[in-house]
């Protein structure tokens, strides 16, 4: 059976979700259903500069369009992909990269060195192991139309996983001319090198993006390995559906009009598992630790007392009730370094408590001086999980008198709304909510969430001087031992300066038609290549 625009519109949809359903009418001009993949993600794509920004669904555009110096296999090393050769001298102070053959952007002109050292030059701007790499970094030139060098002041062991991280903002390889922007300002073209071309024709902001296969794009002879390996596209057409509504959603993945859903809500689980034409599977397996973000430049959260409120106030069992539901979908978390990193630890952590401890955390509000101040708090309307989250927050925030206000939008408006740094009175903000992997915890040298280097930190600006000189030293410890017990003082630090507080690891399954293989399962970022859609 196949549920049509119509009969959708019967069932009380609303008329913007309605105009995202696919269409029959769409699939005429596009190319064949079963080499078109129709997807509906976990939020909609409203920024496209993948340095610019580090929210998922920008990396995941950048991975379609752009390509990578490295990238990271299904354990984790690092293997080369648009390198072709690499070497580095025996001081271990050079590194010499030469181009593969046949790399060449969507414009048709080749891809340069000069290309590379540009985009390393703009991405080491906003990445927390970017600036670690340039302030190490004596020197990054070209040395012909193929071949470039980072030369540096003293030995970095972890160069070629920082090169190969898929923790955003990922070491994306753009146009010289669109990486000599300053990372300050969004690139406005989408030209990359990578296994598909953005189709600006088809591009319907709010309704679909669509992406087709680079026919000009030469993958790598190994075969697909994680994110490393041959990017071999086996479709010509992905289209990225906005639906909102999850219901809507798994309706149209019922009919057969989309074939793979992101993130649908656990309270549609038992429907899902009960059609034996639909697989749930969860390809993140670290799972997501969800957390809240405080600015750290604002009252009342410049203040460390009413940051540390906001470590007691947190009942994290509650919260992932409210945003989750399924307890089999979630955890509690402690450790700055996530539950299932090698660097999970538990040093520092006797502000958790089971139900949270409400009363120290107003305590704690009236030794930070808080006399009413408004307290901003983004909740994105589009987005179910932080926007429940959210909601739980300002409800728990007003049980202990603290003055807190939700400010609705769209996802896309909290991410633009985010990075300003004015008063709640001038458009400012106090709080919002998101998450990263598991796995990126244990990551403190290429997470940009785990920085506290004030206005050069990620969004809320915590400044820890003590603690950004541990994270300086862990790229070059030598031993697993040794970072484990710097992971230990770092979090011992942390938990005392506090610019993040823990909501929860929860676990995202994402549901697909069976038709539907080959998906590829690696945190952060869902790639789009080798997958495949067979006839129904």
Request: proline fraction near 5%; aromatic fraction near 10%; charge should be neutral.
């Amino acid at each position: 059976m196949t549920i049509s625009r119509r009969n959708l519109v019967k069932m009380g949809i609303a008329a913007g979700a309605a105009v995202s359903i696919p269409s029959v009418l769409r699939a005429q001009t596009a190319p064949t259903a079963a080499r078109t993949v129709r997807m509906v993600k976990s939020s909609d794509l409203s920024i496209f500069d993948p340095i610019f920004s580090a929210a998922n669904i920008t990396q995941e555009h950048g991975m379609a369009i752009y390509d990578t110096l490295f990238a990271l296999d299904a354990k984790f090393m690092p293997q080369p992909q648009m390198v072709g050769k690499w070497g580095v001298s025996d001081d271990k102070k050079t590194y010499t990269f030469e181009l593969r053959d046949a790399l060449g952007w969507h414009d048709g002109t080749p891809v340069t060195a000069a290309d590379c050292v540009a985009s390393i030059r703009r991405w080491g701007e906003v990445s927390a192991s970017g600036q670690m790499l340039m302030a190490r970094a004596s020197d990054i030139s070209k040395k012909g139309d193929k071949t470039f060098t980072i030369a540096l002041k003293e030995p970095v062991g972890l160069l070629l996983d920082i090169l190969a991280s898929p923790v955003g903002p990922c070491l994306f390889i753009m146009r010289e001319k669109d990486a000599s922007r300053p990372a300050s300002e969004q690139v406005t073209t989408n030209i990359g090198s990578g296994p598909f071309k953005f189709n600006d024709a088809l591009a319907r902001p709010g309704a679909s993006f669509t992406y087709d296969r680079n026919e000009k794009y030469v993958p790598r002879n190994e075969p697909s390995d994680g994110l490393a390996g041959g990017k071999v596209v086996k479709v010509d057409r992905v289209v990225w559906e906005n639906i909102r509504d999850k219901q809507t959603a798994l309706a149209a993945l019922q009919a057969g009009e989309i074939d793979y859903f992101e993130e649908p809500s656990v309270d549609l689980l038992s429907v899902i598992e009960s059609d034996p034409e639909l697989v749930l599977e969860v390809l993140n397996k670290s799972g997501y630790d969800m957390y809240l973000r405080m600015n750290c430049l604002q009252k009342p959260f410049d203040n460390v007392k009413a940051r540390q409120a906001m470590l007691y106030l947190i009942d994290q069992e509650a919260f992932m009730r409210a945003a989750i539901g399924n307890p089999e979908y979630f955890k509690t978390v402690t450790s700055w370094f996530g539950n299932g990193t090698p660097y999970t630890n538990d040093e520092n952590t006797g502000w958790f408590k089971k139900g949270g401890n409400p009363e120290k955390a107003k305590q704690l509000f009236k030794e930070a001086g808080y006399s009413g101040e408004k307290v901003v708090i983004l909740q994105p309307t589009d987005y179910q999980l932080f926007g429940n989250a959210a909601q739980f927050l300002a409800a728990e925030m007003r049980k202990i008198g603290v003055n807190a206000e939700l400010a609705p939008s769209d996802l896309g408006g909290v991410r633009k709304r985010r990075a300003k740094k004015d008063p709640v009175e001038t458009g400012g903000w106090s709080i919002f909510i998101t998450s990263d992997s598991d796995y990126s915890r244990g990551e403190p040298h290429t997470n940009v969430t785990m920085t506290a280097n004030g206005e050069n930190a990620w969004y809320g600006w915590p400044k820890d001087d003590k603690y950004e000189a541990l994270r300086a030293k862990w790229a070059d410890v030598a031993t697993l031992d040794e970072r484990k017990s710097l992971a230990r003082k770092m979090q011992k630090v942390y938990w005392d300066s506090v610019g993040t507080v823990l909501l929860g690891q929860y676990f995202a399954p994402t549901v697909r038609r069976r038709t539907l293989t080959g998906l590829i399962g690696m945190p952060d970022i869902f790639p789009m290549w080798n997958m495949q859609k067979a006839e129904a």
